[in-house]
């Protein structure tokens, strides 16, 4: 529209979804029938969120050069996220000329209120919390 002073999103940063996107119609999706009448419509369909994981994978391969990874899985939630983006880095090790050693392990996470501070506790053993104090280099996911 001219002279309109709407900002571009920022594609560069992944897909992103504006305020006012209605979603893709029902009709062009096959999901569980128990869902049928609580959905009125698809934000982000399942293959471009396989899509962006595989990318998260060949960047995060990319950015630690080949080295041996500790993933760590947030329970409850994190887990098929984890478990996809491990079978894509799992992937990419093979298809490598290099192999990638990996270690896969669980923590949970407890957040609560207090006045004025939101707290986050890691309920993780003891003895891996040494482990994980003694990494030198620590690469952190936001997604």
Not at 40 to 49: A, C, E, Q, R
Not at 66 to 81: E, Q, T
Not at 110 to 122: C, F
């Amino acid at each position: 529209m001219a002279g309109s002073r709407e900002e571009a999103p920022d594609y560069g940063r992944g897909v992103v979804i504006m305020d006012d996107w209605p979603g893709y119609d029902l009709n062009l999706f096959t999901y569980p029938q128990h869902y049928y009448g609580d959905l009125d419509y698809v934000l982000i369909p399942h293959g471009i969120v396989v899509d962006r994981i595989e990318r998260l994978a060949k960047d995060i391969m990319k950015d630690i050069g080949y080295c041996d990874i500790m993933v760590l899985c947030v329970l409850k939630g994190g887990y098929k996220f984890c478990a996809d983006l491990v079978e894509h880095l799992k992937n990419i090790s093979r298809n490598s000329d290099r192999f990638v050693s990996m270690k896969v392990d669980f923590i949970r996470l407890k957040s609560y209120r207090e006045p004025r501070i939101i707290v986050v506790s890691l309920l993780f053993p003891s003895y891996k919390m040494s482990f994980l104090l003694s990494i030198t280099k620590v690469t952190q996911i936001i997604s």
